[in-house]
C-alpha cells in the first residue's frame, strides 16, 4: 500500500497543490481539503480524478469560513468554504434537497466582497461584465460540523443574499449527511506563525511587507530621478559660437573658442546619494528579517573562511527549517487522510509493483483487494489502516554535489579510521553501491 500511495499521490498532483498551500501559509494561512471528489471537482479537474476518489484541494482565503469565537481550530464548531459549480449539475445532483434545488438561482461571479474589499482572484484579471461563464453557475456553502459529524452544505443566497428554500426562519440545506472520512476532518490547516490568544495564525511574508514596499518605494524614487538626470554644457551667451562649436565637435579633436571661461558643464538631477544609502539599508534589513537571504541563497559570502559560512548557513535555515517541520507535518495529515480513503474504498484495488533490493532488475506485480474480497488468498485491505508516515528528510532536496560531499564524509570520517574493525568482522566497503 505504501508503493501504491506514493505512485497515487504522483498521478493526482499531490506536490503541485500542496505548493499552492505553502504559498498561501506563508502569505496568510495554507488551507488544504481532502476528501472524496464531488461530480462537480471531477469534472472542474478535466476528469483526472474520478468522482468518489480522494482529492487533495486548495481552499483560496476569500472563501473560507470558520468559528471566529474558538481559540484553536480543533475547538471549531464549524468550517467551510464556498465553491462555484454549474448550475445544471446542482439541480440534477439527488443527494441534495428537492425543493432546495429547484429554487436556485444563478450566481453571478463575485468581484468584491460584503465589505466592499476586492477579492484576491481579481488582482490582474479584467472584468468585462457579470455574465462571462460558459454556463449558468452557482455558490454553494459546505459546512463541516466536527461536533456533529455532519457536513451540510448551503447555497449562497440562503445566507448573503435574498432566500432560496425556507422554512421558518431557518433557509433549507441543500445537502445534510454524515461526514465520512478520517477524525481530524477535511481541513488540515498549515500555519507557519501562531499568535497567542488568536485562531488565525500570520504568515512570515506580513512582518515583511512594510520593509518590501519601503525598498520599491526608495528604488522608484531612485529611477525617477535617474530619469531627470541631465548634463548641460553652458556658453557665453553673447557669444553662442563657441557652443555650436562644441555641440558639432567630436570627442578629442581640437575646439576653436573665442571665450573658454564662459564654457562650463552643469549637472542637474540624478539620485540622491543620501535616498540611494538610505534604501540599501532598508534592503539589508528586508534581508536580515527574511532570515539572511543572501547566505540561504548563496548569492555572496558572508564569512571570512569556509567552516565560518557553513555555521551562518545551518543558523540561517533555523526559521526555514521550522516553517519546513510545519510543512511537513500538514502533508503527513493530508497523505494520510487520502490513506485513509484509499484504504477504505469499498471497490478500489491497488495495483502496483513489488521490487525487492535482493532481486536487482526484477519486480513482482501485487494486487490489494477490498476486505470483503471473495477470494480467501488474495492480498486485502483488513484491520485498522496501516501507520504509513512521510519521511520528513525524504523531502529535503541536496543536489549531487552535495551526495558526493556525504558520501566522502562517511568514508574519510567512519570507514577510513575503522577499516580494521570492519576487517576483523569481515565487513568491506562495498564499491559499486
Not at 464556498?82 to 453571478?108: C, G, I, Q
Not at 525617477?224 to 570627442?251: F, M
Not at 480467501?376 to 523531502?395: C, E, Q, T
Request: hydrophobic share 35%; with cysteine.
Amino acid at each position: 500500500s505504501e508503493t501504491w500511495l506514493n505512485d497515487e499521490l504522483v498521478r493526482t498532483n499531490f506536490a503541485d497543490a500542496f505548493k499552492r498551500i505553502v504559498y498561501d501559509a506563508l502569505f496568510s494561512i495554507g488551507i488544504p481539503k481532502v476528501s472524496l471528489a464531488t461530480p462537480s471537482e471531477a469534472e472542474a479537474s478535466a476528469w483526472n480524478i474520478d468522482a468518489g476518489m480522494p482529492i487533495m484541494s486548495r481552499v483560496d482565503l476569500d472563501d473560507f469560513v470558520f468559528d471566529y469565537r474558538a481559540r484553536d481550530f480543533d475547538e471549531v464548531r464549524f468550517i467551510g468554504h464556498r465553491y462555484r459549480m454549474p448550475l445544471e449539475v446542482a439541480k440534477e445532483t439527488s443527494h441534495f434537497n428537492k425543493k432546495a434545488r429547484e429554487r436556485l438561482p444563478v450566481s453571478d461571479q463575485i468581484s468584491h466582497n460584503k465589505e466592499g474589499d476586492e477579492r484576491i482572484g481579481e488582482i490582474g484579471r479584467v472584468n468585462y461584465g457579470f455574465d462571462e461563464d460558459l454556463c449558468d453557475m452557482v455558490d454553494l456553502w459546505e459546512l463541516y460540523l466536527p461536533q456533529e459529524r455532519m457536513v451540510k452544505t448551503f447555497a449562497e443566497a440562503d445566507l448573503t443574499g435574498p432566500s432560496s428554500a425556507w422554512e421558518g426562519n431557518k433557509p433549507i440545506p441543500l445537502g445534510e449527511q454524515k461526514w465520512i472520512g478520517p477524525e481530524r476532518g477535511p481541513y488540515p490547516i498549515l500555519g507557519f506563525m501562531t499568535i497567542p490568544g488568536n485562531i488565525f495564525p500570520k504568515g512570515p511574508i506580513l512582518d515583511l511587507v512594510d520593509l518590501h514596499e519601503g525598498a520599491n518605494e526608495g528604488y522608484r524614487k531612485l529611477m525617477r530621478q535617474a530619469a531627470r538626470l541631465k548634463k548641460l554644457t553652458y556658453c557665453d551667451g553673447s557669444d553662442p559660437q563657441d557652443g555650436e562649436n562644441i555641440n558639432s565637435s567630436s570627442d578629442g579633436t581640437n575646439v576653436p573658442m573665442r571665450n573658454p571661461q564662459g564654457v562650463g558643464e552643469i549637472v542637474l538631477g540624478g539620485p540622491d546619494p543620501g535616498l540611494f544609502q538610505w534604501t540599501r539599508e532598508v534592503i539589508g534589513r528586508f534581508m536580515e528579517q527574511a532570515g539572511n537571504l543572501l547566505t540561504l541563497g548563496g548569492l555572496a559570502p558572508q564569512a571570512g573562511t569556509l567552516g565560518q559560512e557553513e555555521l551562518l548557513a545551518q543558523q540561517s535555515n533555523g526559521q526555514i527549517a521550522s516553517m519546513y517541520d510545519a510543512a511537513a507535518a500538514c502533508a503527513c495529515k493530508c497523505a494520510d487522510s487520502m490513506l485513509w480513503y484509499y484504504w477504505n474504498h469499498p471497490s478500489l484495488v491497488m495495483k502496483t509493483e513489488y521490487t525487492s533490493p535482493k532481486l536487482p532488475g526484477r519486480s513482482i506485480p501485487r494486487e490489494i483487494y477490498p476486505y470483503d474480497h471473495p477470494d480467501p488468498r488474495a492480498l486485502r485491505r483488513s484491520g485498522n489502516k496501516p501507520a504509513v508516515k512521510i519521511d520528513f528528510y525524504s523531502m529535503r532536496r541536496s543536489s549531487p554535489q552535495q551526495h558526493v560531499k556525504d558520501i566522502m564524509n562517511v568514508i574519510g570520517q567512519t570507514f577510513i579510521p575503522m577499516a580494521q574493525i570492519f576487517m576483523q568482522q569481515g565487513k568491506v566497503l562495498n564499491v559499486d553501491k
